[in-house]
Structure formats: C-alpha cells, structure tokens
C-alpha cells in the first residue's frame, strides 16, 4: 500500500529525513517511533501529501505522491483518514456536525451523509454524545470524534501523528484499543507516538527513526527493541 524508496526530505539546510526506504502493506499496524526531531511527522506529512519529499519516490497505493498536482490532493485525502494529536475539531459544531463536515463538503446525500455519521460514531463509542460540542467533551471524547472523522469516508488507511499525545495513561490505552479494533477490520494503521508503554504492550511492527534515518524495522517490536 505504501512504499518509501529512499526519500530524503529537507527543510532548507535541515536534513529532516534521509533515504528512507520501506513498506507497508495493506492492513499492517505500524508504529513510528524515535526522539523528537527524529523524523517521524515528516514521514506522516509526506504521505498525506502537507510535504513533498526533496528526493525520492512516496507512493500511497499507485498514486505517486510526490507527482501530484496541488488540486490531486485532495483526492489522496480522501482515501485515508487523519487524526491529529489536538483533536481540530470545529469548536461551536456538535459531534455529529464535526464528523459530517467531509461527507457535507463531498456532497454526500444528506441520508447517507446520516447513516455514515451515525456508524462512525457507534464505532467510536459516542452515539450518545452525537449533540456535544466539544467543550463539552474529555479529551479522550474529543480524539475519539476526531477518529469517527478519519474514518466516516471507510478508508483504508488511517494516519494518527501523535494520537494519545495530550491524553492520559488511560484514556491513551483506550484510543489505541480503539484503532486495533479498527485495524481488525482491515484498515491499514500507521502511528506516530512517542508512548513507550503503548508500543511494548501491542508488539506491532515497529519503525525506529533517529536522526532522519530509519535505524530498525521490527516485525513485533518494542520501544527500544
């Protein structure tokens, strides 16, 4: 599904990613891990196409992404979904409206748009608090809308750069059970996380990056190997 054939990203003199190579197939759970700086948001920003790799080739499925024109990208978006680590989610809109906003902006009919909104938020947990606005959420309430969001569309790829970051022990655990139980049912999970608890009790492939390189690629990994 996903293929980095030694993609350098660099931000003026900054080498932020260097010859990065690797796959990933369709519904592989991945976790990218390292230090701050390390690399691994570039790699997420590279795929969903917020960055162009300075060398070479990202391929998400057939499409080169590095080719793509600025109004094909949206079109990649699309495809996946994406879960931040601050939730961005519209602040005065309810639950419903915040997962709806894709389809509405599609123009999904409005019964469809209902139907998917509804199941997306029975995945996540939250058909009770579909009139909430996020004020009126926990944190935890708030990514997990925001993973209702990523995955209204049914993707098959789902992105989550930092996902528990402002969450707590608990709650982290609780996300991450959450996107296991989405994975399951075939959707391919790439995580960016600094949670070393998390990684050592899921043993899912593991992607270490230090100094924008790849040091080690674990098929059941842990943190620190």
Do not use: W
């Amino acid at each position: 599904m996903i293929h980095f054939k030694n993609v350098t990203k660099k931000y003026g003199p900054i080498t932020a990613l260097s010859g990065a190579d690797f796959d990933i197939a369709t519904g592989d759970f991945v976790f990218f891990v390292g230090p701050s700086g390390a690399g691994k948001s570039s790699i997420m920003k590279l795929i969903y196409r917020e960055e162009v790799a300075t060398h070479g080739q990202v391929m998400v499925g057939q499409i080169d992404v590095s080719r793509l024109r600025s109004e094909q990208v949206p079109l990649l978006r699309r495809r996946m979904g994406i879960v931040f680590q601050d939730f961005k989610l519209l602040p005065n809109q309810s639950a419903f409206d915040n997962v709806a906003y894709v389809l509405r902006a599609l123009g999904t009919n409005p019964h469809e748009v209902t139907k998917r909104v509804l199941g997306a938020l029975k995945v996540v947990g939250l058909m009770d608090k579909a009139s909430a606005t996020p004020e009126e959420l926990s944190g935890g309430e708030q990514q997990r809308v925001g993973i209702a969001r990523a995955i209204v569309n049914g993707p098959s790829l789902v992105v989550a750069d930092e996902p528990t970051g402002n969450l707590d022990p608990e709650t982290s655990l609780e996300i991450m059970n959450l996107l296991e139980q989405i994975n399951q049912r075939g959707t391919t999970i790439l995580v960016c996380t600094h949670n070393v608890q998390i990684v050592n009790d899921m043993r899912k492939r593991v992607i270490m990056l230090k100094d924008g390189e790849i040091v080690r690629d674990d098929a059941r990994g842990s943190y620190y190997g």
